[in-house]
């Protein structure tokens, strides 16, 4: 689309990551006071974090656009709503709940967890995300015994997100899915805030999902609704896809992207390339969640 090209090239000359370009950050509302949570020390890598620009500046969220550096663009941040924000928890539960975002965020609590972040398209960031454990969320619904699955979606609202008309081919809205029992993990994290502050727009807000050692598709933004099911669910990226995308997507330098190496990844912010680790450095906690 032609217009849509040439519209985005005058947002381009403005943005420019390092010199801090439309810097102001539109946040979703929330109680500062909670933020950061208060550090968990089995959760914090000792590495430099990603300067907190990139990791804010350079994004996928492809129901606004597929041009990284413009997603946090006021051009399409500023008519995304994110507050007030209701999410359904529903399926094969006994206690299906419905709340509000802060309201959940006010019964969890918040820590705060340094991830390593690995994308399917090779470049990576660490970060500080502040939230809490998908685990409470799924004990507090009580899966029943024929859940096996948890299939996550995110908000779908062609008047916010232009990008969804632009992709018609795609099968909105963006969905994933995990097992129950990787969804149980004490690693998978719902983040709600990142470098101590609730969760810019660009970067998923109000309440996203982290789970570090799988390719950062997996890791779905605005959600909506967290559902159980007995059968494994299709994704957005798994029905558009399934070779280039498939369901499990752990992090893993011996197999290659159809199309590029997963050998090696560029950290945001530096120019050289470093090693990518088997489940993305996460080995040791959750190996045993893949023998057969
Ligand atoms: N969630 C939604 N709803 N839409 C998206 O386009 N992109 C995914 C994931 N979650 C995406 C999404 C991809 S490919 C990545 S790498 C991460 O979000 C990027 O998260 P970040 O922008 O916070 O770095």
New binding site residues.
Partial sequence: NRRQFIREMGLVAGAGISAGAFAAESTAAGNLKLYPGKRNPKHNLKVQLTNKAW?TG??????FTTNKEL?RHPFYMDKFKVDPWQIQITGLCEKPFKIDTQQLIADMGLEERVYR?R???AWS?IVPWSGFTLRKIIERAVPKKQARFVKFT?AMNLKQMPGIARLPAYPWP?TEGLRLDEAMHELTFVATGIYGKPLPK???API?LVVPWK???K????IVKIEFTAKQPKTLWESLAPDEYPFESNVDPKVPHPRWSQATERVLGFNNRIPTLKYNGFGKQVASLYKK
């Fill in positions: 990791a350079y994004n996928n969220f492809y129901e997603v972040f994308c399917v398209e960031m995110t963006y660009q970067n998923g996203r390719y950062g598709y890791s779905i933004k605005s």
